[in-house]
Nanobody
Framework: QVQLVESGGGLVQAGGSLRLSCAAS????????MGWFRQAPGKEREFVAV????????YYADSVKGRFTISRDNAKNTADLQMNNLKPEDTAVYYC?????????????????????WGQGTQVTVSS
């Protein structure tokens, strides 16, 4: 079992930046693939980014590529999402998720069913 707690959300103007952090407790953090998802009002939850167990591999949704960066610190049990050049369409509740799965291919598909544990979410609002 692992508990995930997100922080760092807030209100920012378009073009601004925010850094989300996900703190994990429980089992060995390095055994999890970590992902970030988001859900806007009236929309389905969508994949944002994923990072491999050691942090050596990352993958992003096209909508955030070049603007967002996912990272992790296995010594601190954290996974962060640096968001730059934010746009109003980035407004959503952002969730971090942890997967015990061994298939990086499934992780690249952005399939939310690949993930075993979810945080409670943090609101990001980007004003125009």
């Amino acid at each position: 079992q692992v508990q995930l707690v997100e922080s760092g959300g807030g209100l920012v103007q378009a073009g601004g930046s925010l850094r989300l952090s996900c703190a994990a407790s429980g089992r060995t953090f390095s055994t999890y693939v970590m992902g970030w998802f988001r859900q806007a009002p009236g929309k389905e939850r969508e994949f944002v980014a994923v990072i491999s167990w050691s942090g050596g591999n990352t993958y992003y949704a096209d909508s955030v590529k070049g603007r967002f960066t996912i990272s992790r610190d296995n010594a601190k049990n954290t996974a962060d999402l640096q968001m730059n050049n934010l746009k109003p369409e980035d407004t959503a509740v952002y969730y971090c998720a942890a997967s015990l799965g061994s298939s990086w291919y499934r992780a690249l598909r952005g399939d939310h069913t690949f993930y075993n544990y979810w945080g409670q979410g943090t609101q990001v609002t980007v004003s125009s």
